[in-house]
């Protein structure tokens, strides 16, 4: 827990160390980490409807998703069963499921197809959030976080797999440290489409649409393009104190016009000043213009700014170091014994 309140710190720095200490998704110092990453608001709404289609364009490097498959195969044993997995690039995930395990699929999906990628979470601030997120909606049973929903832990009888992993699902966006991420929630398959029966907070965006990564912030060569030039104050606006290691500690407006210049954690406590009892800001309004701030935004523009290397390939693809759980499918329990083998 000490860890995470230093927000000067250099939380590039601090991820990779995390990743050298954490051995378990669950963790308690990984749970709250999350929080640092992200900021949204407590208030929730009922979601009946989804946004018209509108396709999401993402920088490659920088997208990272956790998606539902649903089987469409002719054969009745694998008909209708799910899989739940991590990927940076969606339309690239999806062929290599189709075209099997030696093309980069994955083994439980191999020849259990054709698969449709009908829906993806997408939003997190690192590929460790999101793998976390992933992990949680295959393993329910085991997740700290869904303990308090036992109702999870099994699959009710002559319900469908799809049904059963959009309840989770459902639950699992209305708790922390979920239910503080700004997350979409993209339909990708029109006729998968439902409302949620429960109420999600309300930063929480339910799209329909698909997904398109865009070239590489970095050339192939590795040589980074040059960032559009920033016009930075010498001093914090809010405490008006010089800042020292700006590269670690300073933050900046997302309204490109804007040249609000900050301490991190003198920005943090400002956007906290509604928000009493929390340590991590949840929402605000620019000092300066007045701009919506989203916390998660400003920490991916540090990022990109100081130009952090992309993060890991999809799941099955990367090295695989931050967890001992095994990579199983969300809907191994089930009340009702099947006649088919077992993942």
């Known amino acids: 827990m000490m860890y995470v309140f230093s927000l000067q710190a250099n939380h590039f720095e601090f991820l990779l160390y995390f990743r ?10 990984m749970s709250f980490f999350c929080y640092s990453l992200s900021i949204t608001t407590d208030d929730t ?9 509108e396709e999401a364009i993402a920088r490659k490097g920088h997208f990272y998703g956790v998606y539902l498959l649903c089987s469409q195969s002719l054969d009745p044993r694998y008909r209708g069963k799910c899989y739940v997995g991590f ?37 997190f601030p690192n ?15 085991l997740s700290t976080r869904l303990k308090i929903f036992p109702e999870l832990k099994r699959k009710k009888p002559r319900e469908a797999h799809f049904d059963y ?18 997350l979409t929630v993209r339909w990708l398959e029109t006729d998968y489409e439902r409302g949620f029966e429960v109420s999600l907070p309300k930063q929480i965006e339910i799209v329909s649409g698909k997904v398109t990564i865009t070239a590489s912030q970095r050339k192939r060569g590795g040589t980074a393009e040059a960032p559009t030039p920033i016009a930075w104050a010498p001093e914090c606006h809010l405490c008006m104190q010089v800042i020292d290691q700006p590269e670690r500690s300073r ?23 509604d928000e009493p009892g929390h340590y991590i800001p949840v929402g605000g309004e620019c000092p300066l213009c007045e701009t919506r701030l989203s916390w998660s935004a400003l920490l991916q523009r540090k990022r ?39 993942d």
């Open 20 to 29: 050298r200490i954490s051995s378990s998704f669950e963790c308690s110092q």
């Open 45 to 53: 709404q009922t979601r009946a409807l989804v946004e018209p289609d």
């Open 87 to 123: 990927t940076v690039n969606p339309q690239r995930r999806i062929r290599q499921h189709n075209r099997g395990c030696d093309f980069g699929g994955a083994k439980k999906t191999s020849r259990k197809g054709p698969w449709q990628m009908v829906m993806i979470v997408h939003g």
């Open 127 to 141: 590929n460790i959030v999101a793998l976390q997120f992933e992990w949680a909606w295959q393993q329910p049973s």
């Open 165 to 182: 992993n959009f309840r989770i699902l459902s639950r699992m966006l209305c708790v922390g440290p979920w239910n503080r991420l700004t």
């Open 251 to 273: 933050l900046g407006c997302t309204n490109p016009t804007c040249r609000l210049t900050c301490h991190m954690l003198c920005l943090a406590n400002y956007l906290l000043g």
């Open 304 to 342: 990109l700014l100081l130009g952090v290397p992309e993060e890991p390939q999809d799941r099955d693809e990367a090295e695989e170091d931050l967890s001992d759980a095994p990579d199983v499918d969300s809907d191994v329990e089930e009340l009702e014994p099947e006649s088919e083998s077992s």
